[in-house]
């Protein structure tokens, strides 16, 4: 910029006019060339003019307003955007900023409630529930971002899919997942498998502290959980089932019960930082409530003998199943329900799918003679015979379109109605239900009346997942064949529990009381609440049901009995055999046997029952006197002494099998 003088510039000196020699004359302009000459007094003559020096050029500044009203302009301009947007994220869209804020801040997870365990009826724990983990991770920090690695989620998956033998590609999958800050890598891990992720992750820690790669597991976390745990293996699966993935109930009473034995689940909500809490800023929880102990009516030991029983029977026939329970008479409580083949609810991955049920409540079959006990007892309460009433078994005998037989081939038998029970005559037992009415079609509704009675085509009133209430059809739908089948146990379908409370109601003098498998449950208070009173019907009378009682011993005590197996020294035993055509249900014709006995003990007075029956038994004998009478001696006479019953101080006056025409 060029330098301004603050000096003021020279004056331009102007000459003076030449005055005049004369007063009050003008001047008079000189001649040319002449020259005056100075005289005395005269002024002096003028210096010649000096050449003019040009003055600097002078740059004046522009007015600074302008420029000052820019700048503000522009100032004014930012700090409105600034205020717009700051109006913006506070007051007019705070609520949706804020909702965002948390969420990536915020997380919530279930607090688990601790499933409540189940109990045999001494308080012998069947099922319980210990610690254990579920794994998670914040997909977030598997990105390339924060590992600066793109194949995070593969490395990860790599080192933990052995540790939680799960699929490498399937965990990778979780890790990518977008859009979310958590996902559940395995659930009800033992302490164990996290206590390897743990070391596995601070030795990633170190070398990413050291300079080394970033810890690509450090998203992987864990939340508190729990794992149901079977103490007892493969003792009573088929009763107490088993929990899936979800921790629900997945069979049997864990389904059944699952709403008292889940409790209810909880909720925490808390600040969080690297996918960790961050334990200053707080957080709200709602604790969980955990669910109700449940105790059962099952005596485990009894369960245990039970099981053994019919498992060592199954597997020395090469049958397809078999089932026993044993049930108090008096009060309806199950003490053992065993199934054969089990499954151990511990690890299903090892069991047969086909396993995986309680074939006694959900196997329906034709249980054969142990059901003429019912058309017996509907034969004595009518008045229409009496255990000494006569009747004469031909060979064979035609009704209808058939042509019927006993189990074997022989002469004509002279027997008591009491003979006809012991010996498990079909054709005795067709002669005697006649009586109940003046025409067959009047008989079969008689008949069928005590069939509902006694519980058959019905539930049990267990209310157990999977249970069928079997086929009765009503008298006035009985075909040609089933009106002289069913008297003898074909031609109708029972489960195993139906078959036992039959049983049972004889037992208890003629009144049948439903099964109950639950005696109460416990609260998270430790407060004790009862199962509901089961329902109690009379179905005979209790003369007809001691009257039964004496003759079903005959089964048992008498040399012509077809149950001389199943006597216990000491005991007065009452018992029924049952030998029946078995429908394949995998080709709905008949095939094979079942085979099976009921009773129950001491006869006089009666305390336990026990029903067995195998299906489709393979080797050896396949009568239900030879293969079931054994196991339900085993098992009733290790109940009888499990539950300290005495033995019977007297005998019993036998009833005449045979009569002399």
Not at 28 to 48: F, L, M, V
Not at 154 to 181: F, H, M, S, V, Y
Not at 233 to 261: C, P, R, T, Y
Not at 281 to 303: F, N
């Amino acid at each position: 910029m060029t330098e301004v003088s603050d000096r003021e510039p020279p004056r331009r000196r102007v000459p003076a006019p030449a005055r005049s020699s004369k007063p009050g004359g003008s001047a008079r302009p000189a001649k040319p060339g002449s020259q005056r000459r100075p005289g005395p007094g005269a002024r002096p003559a003028r210096r010649p003019a000096q050449p003019r020096t040009k003055a600097p050029r002078v740059i004046r500044l522009g007015s600074p307003r302008p420029r000052l009203r820019l700048v503000s302009l522009a100032l004014a301009l930012v700090l409105i955007a600034f205020v717009v947007r700051l109006l913006q994220v506070q007051a007019v869209d705070a609520s949706e900023y804020t909702a965002k804020a948390e969420k990536n801040r915020y997380l919530s997870r279930t607090l688990a409630a601790a499933r409540g365990g189940i109990t045999d009826r001494n308080g012998v724990d069947l099922a319980i529930s210990v610690d254990a983990n579920d794994i998670t991770a914040d997909p977030t920090l598997f990105t390339k971002k924060a590992t600066k690695t793109g194949d995070a989620p593969e490395q990860a998956a790599a080192l933990l899919g052995p540790i939680l033998g799960k699929d490498t590609d399937e965990l990778a999958a979780k890790l990518r997942t977008k859009k979310t800050r958590y996902v559940v890598l395995a659930r009800r891990q033992t302490p164990q498998v996290w206590t390897q992720i743990k070391d596995l992750k601070s030795t990633l820690a170190e070398k990413a502290g050291e300079g080394g790669p970033a810890n690509i597991l450090a998203g992987v976390l864990q939340e508190p959980s729990s794992k149901r745990v079977y103490p007892n293996g493969d003792l009573g699966a088929g009763i107490l089932g088993w929990v899936n993935a979800d921790g629900k109930g997945g069979g049997g009473i864990e389904q059944q019960l699952n709403g008292d034995l889940s409790g209810k689940d909880g909720e925490i909500r808390y600040a969080q930082s690297g996918g960790r809490q961050v334990p200053t800023a707080g957080s709200t929880e709602k604790p969980a409530v955990a669910g109700s102990e449940v105790e059962l009516t099952i005596d485990r030991d009894i369960q245990w003998a039970a099981q053994h029983a019919i498992a060592e029977q199954v597997g020395k026939s090469k049958a397809d199943r078999g089932y026993v329970i044993v049930q108090d008479n008096r009060t309806g409580e199950i003490l053992a329900m065993a199934n054969s083949p089990g499954f151990d609810p511990n690890d299903l991955s090892e069991a047969d799918g086909g396993a995986l049920h309680n074939w006694g409540l959900e196997d329906a079959y034709e249980p054969g003679s142990t059901a003429k006990v019912m058309s017996m007892a509907a034969v004595l309460e009518e008045g229409a015979a009496t255990p000494g009433t006569h009747v004469t078994v031909p060979n064979r005998l035609h009704r209808g379109d058939r042509l019927f037989k006993d189990d074997i081939d022989h002469p004509t038998w002279y027997l008591t109605l009491n003979g006809v029970l012991a010996k498990s005559s079909n054709i005795g037992t067709i002669l005697a239900t006649g009586q109940l009415g003046k025409t067959q079609a009047a008989a079969n509704k008689v008949l069928y009346s005590y069939l509902r009675k006694f519980g058959i085509g019905g539930y049990t009133g267990l209310d157990f997942p999977g249970e069928t209430k079997g086929i009765l059809a009503p008298a006035d739908q009985w075909s040609t064949s089933q009106q002289y089948t069913i008297p003898f146990g074909q031609g109708v379908s029972v489960n195993a529990m139906q078959a036992a409370s039959v049983y049972s109601t004889i037992a208890n003098g003629g009144v049948r009381v439903e099964p109950t498998l639950v005696r109460g449950t416990k609260g998270a208070d430790g407060r004790f609440t009862p199962a509901a009173e089961p329902k109690k019907t009379r179905v005979v009378s209790e003369k007809t049901a001691k009257t039964l009682a004496h003759m079903l011993e005959s089964v048992v005590d008498d040399e012509e009995g077809t149950g001389t197996k199943a006597r216990i020294p000491g005991y007065r035993v009452a018992g029924k055999t049952g030998t029946a055509n078995r429908v394949d249900p995998a080709t709905g014709r008949y095939r094979g046997y079942t085979s099976s006995f009921a009773g129950f003990a001491p006869a006089d007075n009666p305390r336990v029952t026990v029903y067995c029956a195998i299906q489709n038994a393979t080797k050896g004998s396949y009568f239900g006197g030879q293969i079931c009478g054994p196991v339900y001696k085993e098992v009733l006479e290790f109940a009888l002494k499990t539950l300290q019953v005495p033995p019977t101080g007297d005998t019993a006056d036998r009833l005449p099998v045979t009569f002399t025409p």
